[in-house]
């Protein structure tokens, strides 16, 4: 069974500082990975995924996400904070071993960036 | 701009009265998910679809709720008799064949049953 965990319900962080997003996975095989942002009544949002290739990925609005096997983890980055950042992030896994690719979401993760 | 579409955005029910809730997934995506959101739950996967063909409703009560794709450019989720325990968000999803997989999600109903 695969599984995903946020370790932080909310995370905190000022204006202009880096910012980590924590998730680690659980896969019997090799997974896809996913960041989706969520923003105040609306839907989640694509941010970037892991599939194959490169461990670094970049993805929409200056979030960078490092795949490590090794640790079986998937945290999302970002160089320098925006208030606008502020949204509930949610880590995803997907393993094609299993057939059916049904995603499985992390409870997701409150970042608050504070001016 | 493609988008998934859902209708309605919010719906207020009293208890035991049928709720139907729709969503237009994107022009040419083949597979359609539901998932339920709460704060106590987070997100829950309850059916998803693929090429109209329910594959996986195991996450949804079978007595109450049920899901549809009477064809290509709708789906449909049902609750028949609704309870205060169903109040959540609903959020639709679809995916494109060869799309790597990406879900591009709808912005909800928010359901309060009353």
């Known amino acids: 069974a695969q599984s995903v965990a946020q370790p932080e319900d909310q995370v905190n962080v000022a204006e202009g500082n880096p910012l980590t997003v924590k998730c680690t996975y659980s896969?019997?095989?090799?997974?896809?990975l996913f960041w989706y942002v969520q923003y105040p009544n609306r839907g989640l949002q694509f941010l970037l995924k892991y599939i194959t290739g490169d461990n670094l990925v970049k993805g929409s609005y200056g979030f960078e996400a490092e795949f490590n096997k090794s640790q079986t983890s998937f945290h999302l980055k970002k160089p320098s904070a925006l208030v606008s950042d502020s949204a509930l992030y949610f880590c995803?896994?997907?393993?094609?071993?299993?057939?059916?690719?049904?995603?499985?979401f992390g409870r997701g993760t409150s970042l608050i960036v504070h001016p | 701009d493609a988008r998934v579409t859902q209708t309605p955005r919010h719906k207020v029910t009293e208890m035991g009265q049928e709720v139907t809730m729709r969503c237009q997934p994107i022009l040419g995506h083949n597979t359609v998910f539901w998932y339920r959101q709460t704060m106590m739950q987070g997100l829950e996967l309850l059916a998803y679809?693929?090429?109209?063909?329910?594959?996986?409703d195991s996450g949804m009560p079978k007595d109450r709720f049920s899901a549809e794709m009477p064809d290509a450019t709708l789906a449909t989720l049902k609750i028949q008799p609704s309870e205060p325990r169903d109040s959540a968000v609903y959020f639709c999803?679809?995916?494109?064949?060869?799309?790597?997989?990406?879900?591009?999600f709808g912005p909800g109903t928010r359901l309060t049953v009353t």
């Open positions: 679809f693929r090429n109209r063909a329910p594959l996986d």
């Open positions: 896969v019997s095989g090799n997974p896809y």
């Open positions: 995803a896994v997907r393993d094609p071993s299993g057939g059916s690719y049904i995603p499985t």
């Open positions: 999803a679809s995916e494109g064949a060869g799309s790597s997989y990406e879900q591009y």
